[in-house]
């Protein structure tokens, strides 16, 4: 079977890795580099199964820029391009998603489109309307950047926005790749399917925000927040997981689809969504009242990426947290080594790393790495258990 995947993020190209093992895989990209690097073997984005899979396992797999030989003949099209949260519309920029649904339907209007983009609640029966075609279904994804592939090949669930036999059929093509066996399969309507997404992330932010405010508590009152954390990890309903302490939920999918939710709920009553939007907010001042706290002269960040072995710093907390430091005039540099500027966003990035050390009065870090506990007595962080 020939199936197309319309964008290679973390997103699409985990799943054009899985699905290439047993079917025809051809990749879509408008980024020329992208394009050449997957047909090279190389991962364009950090993921070390995607990596190991390109190199040395037997895909038949394709990238490239043209719609058309991608999408010709395929039974399949995925459609996982960026949706990125529009502050000014309160919803997803979809743009992407409805330019691909446009080619396909001129190209190869036969063809069944699987949207895996994060979209609004209601968003497929409304593309059907639009489109005046029933060959969308949506199926959301639980992948975590870095891990994604990892995600795919051991997945929790598999959810399809759909109850029919186009929907199984496809299910069983992303079982089929996997390697963990007996997968928890969930066919709903398309609608419910969208709000499962939208509202398993916002449970996830829910939970950062609940263990950053335990620790916001513990460091303004002096108390152990780890002996706290373990204390109410020991209950099994609430769980040793998910819990270290962080500068605020960031990265690319749970600050917009926090945002997206509560924007669903703008005629629904409610308090709990608006506070795990409003609580990110108020960690990251509170992170950078800390750091100022002492006046130091030059603040240094350790990394604007958001968990260990990223190379992704898309809306990271951080970023807003340089912002707070920045309104206050001290002066900040930034040490980041995936960064090839001498420059981001104004500010100096050094990636002589002892000189970065040197340079800084404190070293700003979300996640506590090996490389500066040698100055762990300049370094604030609020990681407690040392991983994501």
Known sequence: ??????????????????????????????IQEKVDMINSKQSPIGDSMIDEFLKN?????????????????????????PTNYDPETNYFDTSSVETVIEQVLEMNPEATMVIKSTIPVGYTKELRKRFNTDNIMFSPEFLREGQALHDNLYPTRIIVGE????????????????????IDMLFTDSTEAEAIKLFANTYLAMRVSFFNEL???????????????DGIGLDPRIGDHYNNPSFGYGGYCLPKDTKQLLANFEDVP????????????????????????????????????????????RQSAIQDIIEHVKESGTTVVIYEPVLEDTHFDGLEVVNDLDAFKEQSDVIVANRLDDEIKDVREKVYTRDVFSRD
């Open 163 to 182: 109850e029919s036999d186009r929907a199984k059929q496809f299910a069983n093509l992303l079982a089929e790749g996997a390697i963990k066996e007996d």
């Open 215 to 229: 620790d916001t508590y513990a460091e303004l009152k002096g108390l152990n927040t780890q002996q706290i954390v």
């Open 270 to 313: 409610n308090n709990i969504i608006t506070a795990i939007v409003d609580s990110n907010a108020t960690r990251k001042k509170h992170i950078a009242d800390q750091i100022l706290k002492d006046k130091p002269e030059v603040v240094g960040i350790y990394r604007l990426t958001m968990k260990t072995g990223s190379d992704n710093f």
């Open 1 to 30: 079977m020939k199936i197309a995947v319309a964008g290679t993020g973390y997103v699409g190209l985990s799943n054009a890795v899985l699905l290439s093992q047993h079917n025809e895989v051809v990749a879509l990209d408008i």
């Open 57 to 81: 396992k037997e895909l038949n797999l394709h990238a490239t820029t043209d719609a058309r030989e991608a999408f010709t003949d395929a039974s399949f099209i995925i459609i996982s391009t």
